[in-house]
């Protein structure tokens, strides 16, 4: 009689298994459940209970608790809830839900760094993607169209941009070019470029005029260098240049010092680092900008350089 008894009970718990295992399974892969907003953010050490309740809202009190419970040993034992903001499907069962918040967050957002922006510009974006961040130095960054993922703080976006930067420096470690110049100074001249130059041919030519102008040991004597000493680089001019002002003594006036300025006067874009590194070469030693056929001019002597000079001033 005492067998049959614990036969009984042991059918029965067999049974309650077997239905418990059965609902659970219902729950986790065949329950359909409804995500409150399909952008979900979850919050650093949020607890399983809080995400269940806080972003499902079809489950019943014991299909809570199974959820909650189910999250909580995904958790512990196979992978960790990360936080930040995930994107949900419009259907969705708790398995794939869990999947997806126990991963790196699936929202990226897009950062583009205009190449020749100033610091005052890129802070302008960063302010409005972090709650904190701090100046990047025109050196340590490459400009150019990065994906930020919605847990990565500022600190982790400008070590993935720094680490960028270093290893298109390590592309062309073996350059001849890097015989003349550093890689810093290649951004220096990068930055000239920027500020400078209209289109991709245009940024080759001013490279060349740089570089054969620093052969000769001439003033630079480009424009946007006498505007970073005036602004500091804080605020657009505004105004045309006058005279008095490429006469300003500045560390970066390069109508007042020879060679390059100490430091960039931008960011400087990837792209612009590989027109560099073609290392155009040519014998224009002086440019001007045309403001009639919105182009540089460029002239080989000084005086071929003041005779186009003169016919667009006569010109205007």
Request: charged share 30%.
């Amino acid at each position: 009689m005492g067998e049959q008894i614990l036969l009984y009970y042991l059918r029965t718990i067999s049974l309650f298994i077997i239905l418990f295992f059965l609902y659970l399974s219902y729950i986790l892969f065949i329950k359909e459940i409804k995500i409150n907003d399909f952008n979900l953010t979850i919050q650093k050490n949020q607890s399983a209970k809080s995400i269940i309740n806080s972003n499902i809202n079809n489950l019943n009190s014991i299909e809570k608790i199974i959820s909650e419970i189910s999250l909580s040993i995904h958790s512990k034992y196979i992978k960790n809830i990360h936080y930040g903001v995930f994107i949900m499907p419009e259907k969705i069962k708790l398995s794939e839900f869990i999947s997806i918040i126990t991963k790196p967050s699936n929202f990226i957002s897009k950062i583009t760094i205009v190449e020749g922006w100033s610091k005052y510009e890129l802070n302008e974006l960063l302010q409005s993607k972090f709650d904190t961040f701090d100046d990047i130095e025109y050196l340590d960054i490459l400009a150019d169209t990065y994906f930020l993922h919605s847990y990565e703080d500022f600190d982790s976006f400008y070590l993935k941009l720094n680490k960028i930067k270093e290893n298109n420096k390590k592309k062309y470690k073996n350059h001849t070019l890097l015989d003349q110049f550093s890689f810093d100074e290649l951004i220096i001249i990068g930055s000239l470029l920027e500020k400078e130059g209209i289109d991709d041919l245009d940024k080759k030519l001013i490279f060349s005029v740089i570089k054969n102008r620093l052969k000769k040991n001439m003033k630079l004597q480009i424009d946007a260098t006498t505007i970073f000493a005036i602004t500091d680089g804080k605020y657009d001019l505004n105004r045309d240049l006058k005279i008095k002002d490429l006469k300003f003594k500045h560390p970066y006036n390069t109508y007042h010092i020879k060679g390059l300025p100490p430091a960039p006067i931008s960011y400087v874009g990837k792209k612009t680092m590989e027109l560099i590194f073609e290392n155009y070469k040519s014998k224009y030693l002086y440019y001007f900008y045309d403001n009639i056929v919105k182009k540089h001019i460029y002239s080989k002597t000084y005086n071929d350089h003041k005779r186009k000079l003169s016919e667009y001033r006569s010109k205007k």
